[in-house]
Nanobody
Framework: QVQLVESGGGLVQAGGSLRLSCAASGRTFSSYAMGWFRQAPGKEREFVAGISRSGGITTYADSVKGRFTISRDNAKNTVYLQMNSLKPEDTAVYYC????????????????????WGQGTQVTVSS
């Protein structure tokens, strides 16, 4: 079992930046692949970024590629999402998720593969 707590959301103007953090407790953090997802009102949850257990492999949704960066610090049991050049369409609740079953060199963009989820943090980008 692992518990995930997101932080760092807020209100920012278009073109601004935010850094989200997701702190994990419980089982060994480095044994989980991690992902960030988001859900806007009236829309389905969508993949944003994923990172492998060691952090050596990262994947991104096309909509955030070049603007967002996922990273992790296994010594601090934390995964981050640095979001730059934010757009109003990035407005959503952002969730981090953990998957204990992916092999060490994989990430996943499939929400159903993730077993554990945080409570979410709101990101609002004003135009």
């Amino acid at each position: 079992q692992v518990q995930l707590v997101e932080s760092g959301g807020g209100l920012v103007q278009a073109g601004g930046s935010l850094r989200l953090s997701c702190a994990a407790s419980g089982r060994t953090f480095s044994s989980y692949a991690m992902g960030w997802f988001r859900q806007a009102p009236g829309k389905e949850r969508e993949f944003v970024a994923g990172i492998s257990r060691s952090g050596g492999i990262t994947t991104y949704a096309d909509s955030v590629k070049g603007r967002f960066t996922i990273s992790r610090d296994n010594a601090k049991n934390t995964v981050y999402l640095q979001m730059n050049s934010l757009k109003p369409e990035d407005t959503a609740v952002y969730y981090c998720a953990a998957d204990p079953r992916l092999s060490s060199l994989r990430t996943s963009d499939n929400a159903y593969e993730y077993d554990y989820w945080g409570q979410g943090t709101q990101v609002t980008v004003s135009s």
